[in-house]
């Protein structure tokens, strides 16, 4: 775009950081997000884009954003005549998503969409396209893939410090509020518990195994007809990975306290609890030695990282395909609800 500089020309600067827009300004980026670019080295609050100009007014005065740099959903396409503004956060409902990111990426801009990446795995993928074919970079929020303590916990899988993993527990879930909050309507979350809370149990499956699932089988209760008459209230679900380990994961918003996962392996176990939170992660061990790593800002660690895969040229490793897989999975755990059947991946 006109007046970008290249990533070879930001890389020569080490002190110049990349411009971020904000897509949605509810409570994540009120509360999380944006005061984690505060803190990152190589990103900055450069922009908003929000359909509240109540919001407009008050960040702008809060952040000291220039008028320029205001955008609604409707002047996005704008977007391409600031080069003020490197990326997007798109940080709408999940059915938004694909919505926002096309028209970032078609405005030359870089896009980290909040997860669920979407609802289907057809708007999935129509945003690896868009991006793709712009040229420009797409990563998911996956915060806990920077997460210390996570990190950790690879660790421990990838080099057997326990032996071969054989059973892995996951779950996470709370007790949710507001009846009219768009998390409990489908047209705008695509689900319930499942595609909020639950995918952090998934992908920890997937990234303490190291494999792709290839059997899933779920089960779903609902105790509150009324409040969750159009998303899921809590689902159990077990997964077999190709070297037969074997995960059984619980997600829900009916109920506080579930945050957590161990790995069972053949001479100890692991794991987190809480686990997802963003912050007062703690680990065990089976041997008593602590999983206690440093604490760090996760939003500021995944937008950091990012801008530096941008910078390099190189590819995240939260990218656009790794959230189209866990929404492929997420699919076959409501197909087989409605089956009553395990469902074949791979």
């Not at 006109?2 to 990533?7: A, E, H």
């Not at 409040?227 to 074997?246: A, M, N, T, Y």
């Amino acid at each position: 775009m006109p007046g970008m500089l290249t990533p070879m020309a930001r890389a020569a600067d080490p002190d110049k950081k990349l411009g971020f827009a904000l897509c949605g300004l509810g409570s994540l980026s009120t509360n999380q997000i944006a005061p984690a670019l505060q803190k990152t080295r190589s990103c900055r609050l450069a922009g908003i884009i929000t359909g509240t100009p109540a919001k407009a007014e008050k960040w702008k005065a809060q952040y000291k954003i220039p008028d320029k740099n205001i955008y609604n959903y409707e002047t996005m396409h704008r977007l391409s005549e600031n080069p003020d503004i490197d990326v997007v956060y798109v940080v709408t409902p999940n059915a938004l998503h694909a919505e926002h990111t096309l028209k970032a990426a078609k405005a030359g801009k870089h896009v980290l969409s909040e997860k669920p990446m979407e609802v289907s795995v057809q708007k999935c993928q129509q945003m690896i396209d868009a991006c793709k074919e712009a040229g420009r970079k797409l990563a998911v929020g996956y915060r806990c893939q920077f997460e210390p303590h996570h990190l950790e916990c690879m660790r421990l899988a990838r080099e057997k410090v326990f032996g071969d993993i054989k059973i892995i527990e996951a779950g996470f879930g709370f007790r949710i509020g507001d009846p009219t909050q768009w998390r409990l309507k489908q047209g705008l979350a695509g689900g319930g518990a499942l595609m909020d809370v639950g995918i952090y149990a998934l992908q920890a499956t997937r990234y303490l195994t190291g494999e792709e699932p290839i059997t899933v089988s779920a089960m779903e209760t609902k105790t509150d007809p009324v409040k969750f008459k159009d998303v899921d209230e809590s689902i159990v679900w077990q997964l077999k990975f190709p070297r037969g380990i074997i995960a059984y994961c619980s997600t829900t918003y009916l109920v506080n306290g579930i945050n957590r996962y161990t790995a069972y392996a053949e001479k100890g176990w692991f794991g987190l609890d809480p686990a997802y939170s963003y912050g007062g992660i703690r680990g065990r061990r089976s041997d008593g030695k602590e999983i206690a790593p440093e604490e760090i800002d996760q939003f500021a660690a995944e937008m950091d990282n990012f801008a530096q895969c941008i910078l390099t040229n190189t590819t995240s490793k939260v990218s656009g395909e790794e959230g189209l897989r866990d929404v492929r999975i997420l699919m076959a755990v409501y197909e087989s609800i409605k089956t009553g059947q395990p469902v074949k991946l791979a």
